[in-house]
């Protein structure tokens, strides 16, 4: 039986099929499949470029294209194009192994000797030393893989644009060391960017040139084999999310090892597919769960994330991962609230505890201060316990005279703990006589239950968003899986961290050096929109990731290019909002979907105001967690996690982000002051990173210091 693989570019293609092509290519597949000799239905092409390129008809209209090697029995379903495009791509694509790397590459050589006379003449017109690679030598171009076919046509290169014109005729592992190094780049550093897309560690010995089918395999995110017709049949049901089949060689590295030694954490930018790689990780655990010891042990796999939204996102993803129930049963999607809810519960006889929502939690703590005429509020109080006291477990008033406080923003005179402990006691004593919780309080309690039963409610424990973990729910994942391999797989990008908590992992038990891994290429948003937002977080001041050293973002890009985000000013708030029900009206008239459609704002209330603006002008606009078909419109907190086709950031101005009511006075606590703001930077960036193809920020009077200058 013929072996069959399948390219991404096929599988988005046949995604935007209508259902009667889509059956019929499937049906084609099928006949070519149950042939023994698979070439039976295959039509050899003349003029094809790529003496191994084959089509298959689906139907009058439609063809597959079909890469045939040949030597083995594989096959690779290519492209579905209508014919005349089908014969066109084959008139001009040939296939190629890279040398150097090994991998699958394609290039349009017909259009590349179409476009070589006009780079000659350009060339001809300038002098020695003006050409993009002339500083670079030939034996360098060739270890990063640049072959003798490509080499001629890349030394006439005058320009970086010309370069960028090139991007869909060059095979795309060559394309992408040339922006390298035209980049600015050194050879090594080109040669770390290049190397990301190897599958091994290091690059292969031996390369065959025609042994298309050993390079196949080591182009995963480009190209994968299916295992049989159940496969296929999983691998067409949900056509338009990829990440299920093709993931990047980082990334499968990642989710695919075997085993870690103990805890791992995968960071990255936004889009680089952290969570993908955390759910294929899932996968990969509760597949091979059953075969561990033999035994008959059921503890079940946890994948958590601190958010319900989240949580419902994670449990979409393994449910499209994950077709076999027995194996999506060992996986527990659960935010880490209710994983202390029922710790609590257990422990209590099966009565479930009572938790006070974060608001309110305020309101209650607000109220009671005032009644019982504490000298300080019940905001500072309630920050003080869950910041300072749940956050570095202290329980005795001397340990709080003793402890460190810095970065909590309001200096607080040693001789004052006192009072302000017991004022917390007081409020804290008052909650447990009304038998009422606060989430940190049940994280905190339920990490000391098991700690003190040594009951391991998980064999796994998978994080999402990591970053923005509370230190006491950190300390009851650790005490809820046993110390050893693979016990925690935590992803998170410190970049993205839009909450008080910071945290180091290794003083809560958890030792990840040495087991950090980084993800790098977004899958999310354009280089336009990713190289204008990261500007968002320069900094003097460096980002600590979890693991206590400071993360960079090294490496982090995007290859999908679109067009530059758009900043616009008004003169005030009216006119603001009268321009973002134009852009949402010119995006929704250019086919995006209302609800691929994102408003966000720093403030609560401004957002409510987006959201009457746009519902009084006839465009629907809900909550950003909903499921209601229309604009999504929030505040920027709610929009982690999620992502948009377009989205709008309004408000971006000088007072609003940062918001000025969040940052304490430099004068107070300059570490305070400095976090905040680097919160505020981070949630822009996340808010901004939520794009796939366009972005739309808005201001009034003077913009927000964080935006970007205009170059
Ligand atoms: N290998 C892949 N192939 C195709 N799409 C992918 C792949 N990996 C990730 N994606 C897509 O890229 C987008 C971002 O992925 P994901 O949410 O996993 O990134 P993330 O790093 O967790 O992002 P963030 O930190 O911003 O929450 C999603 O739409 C996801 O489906």
């Not at 990490?447 to 973990?469: P, Y």
């Not at 720093?602 to 909550?623: C, H, I, T």
Request: charged share 30%.
């Amino acid at each position: 039986m013929a072996q069959l693989a399948i390219a991404k570019e096929f599988l988005t293609e046949y995604a935007k099929l209508e259902k009667p092509v889509q059956k019929a290519v499937q049906q084609a597949i099928g006949r070519f499949q149950s042939h023994t000799h698979a070439g039976l239905h295959l039509e050899r092409v003349r003029n094809a470029r790529d003496p191994r390129i084959r089509t298959i008809r689906i139907d009058k209209f439609w063809r597959g294209v079909v890469l045939a090697p040949e030597s083995g029995d594989s096959y690779c379903l290519l492209r579905v194009l209508p014919h005349d495009e089908a014969y066109a791509y084959c008139a001009s694509r040939r296939f190629t192994v890279n040398q150097r790397l090994g991998v699958l590459e394609s290039r349009d050589e017909l259009q590349l000797e179409t476009v070589t006379p006009a780079l000659e003449k350009a060339a001809a017109s300038s002098g020695v030393g003006e050409r993009l690679f002339d500083q670079i030598k030939d034996a360098d171009l060739k270890r990063l893989g640049v072959d003798e076919d490509v080499l001629p046509v890349i030394r006439l290169l005058t320009r970086e644009e010309h370069l960028e014109a090139l991007q869909r005729l060059l095979p795309a592992v060559q394309y992408d060391a040339l922006v390298a190094l035209a980049s600015g780049m050194t050879v090594e550093e080109a040669w770390a960017e290049v190397s990301k897309n190897l599958v091994e560690a290091t690059a292969p010995q031996r390369v065959d040139p025609d042994d298309l089918t050993t390079a196949m395999a080591r182009t995963p995110e480009q190209v994968v084999f299916v295992e049989g017709p159940d496969e296929l049949t999983r691998i067409l049901a949900h056509p338009f999310d990829v990440w299920r089949v093709f993931l990047h060689p980082q990334q499968r590295k990642i989710a695919y090892r075997e085993t870690y030694r103990g805890p791992v954490m995968i960071t990255g930018g936004a889009g680089t597919g952290k969570t993908v790689t955390a759910v294929h990780r899932a996968a990969f655990l509760a597949d091979r769960l059953p075969g561990e010891d033999g035994g008959e042990d059921d503890t079940p796999i946890l994948l958590t994330t601190y958010t319900r939204h989240l949580a419902d996102a994670l449990r979409d993803q393994v449910a499209l991962l994950v077709d076999d129930l027995a194996t999506s049963g060992r996986i527990k999607i659960a935010t880490t609230d209710s994983i202390c809810f029922g710790v609590i519960k257990e422990a209590q006889g099966g009565r479930s505890p009572k938790p006070l929502l974060d608001g309110e939690m305020r309101e209650r703590w607000e109220n009671e201060a005032k009644a019982l005429a504490f000298d300080h509020t019940g905001a500072f109080l309630l920050s003080e316990w869950e910041q300072v006291i749940l956050a570095q477990r202290i329980t005795t008033e001397q340990e709080y005279v003793k402890c460190d406080r810095r970065g909590r923003g309001r200096p607080l005179a040693t001789a004052r703990k006192p009072e302000v402990w017991r004022a917390i006691q007081t409020l804290t004593d008052r909650m447990r006589q009304d038998g009422v919780w606060s989430f940190l309080q049940m994280a905190d309690e339920a990490a000391r239950i098991l700690d003190s039963t040594g009951q391991r409610l998980f064999r796994h424990i998978i994080v999402d968003e990591g970053q923005d973990l509370h230190p006491a729910q950190w300390r009851l994942l650790r005490a809820a899986v046993a110390e050893g391999p693979d016990d925690l797989f935590i992803a998170g990008d410190p970049h993205q961290r839009i909450y008080e908590n910071r945290v180091s992992l290794k003083q809560l038990g958890i030792e990840v050096r040495g087991r950090s891994r980084r993800l790098t290429v977004s899958y999310r948003t354009t280089h336009e929109i990713l190289s204008w937002a990261v500007q968002i977080l320069h900094d003097d001041l460096p980002v600590t990731g979890m693991d206590d050293i400071d993360d960079a973002l090294a490496g982090y890009g995007s290859p999908m290019h679109g067009r530059r985000p758009v900043v616009r000013r008004f003169p005030d708030r009216e006119a603001e909002l009268d321009a973002l029900v134009e852009q949402v009206r010119d995006w929704a008239a250019s086919g995006v979907e209302r609800r691929a459609i994102g408003v966000a704002s720093r403030r609560r209330d401004l957002a409510e105001q987006v959201k009457r603006k746009l519902k009084a002008a006839g465009l629907p606009a809900y909550a950003p967690s909903a499921k209601s078909d229309g604009v999504k419109v929030g505040t920027m907190h709610a929009m982690k996690g999620l992502e948009f086709q377009c989205v709008a950031a309004v408000g971006a101005d000088e007072g609003l982000i940062p918001l000025d009511s969040v940052v304490p006075p430099e004068m107070d606590d300059l570490t305070a002051h400095q976090h905040a703001l680097q919160r505020e930077r981070c949630l822009l960036f996340v808010a901004c990173t939520r794009a796939r193809d366009a972005l739309y920020v808005s201001h009034t009077g003077r913009p927000s210091p964080f935006l970007p200058i205009p170059r």
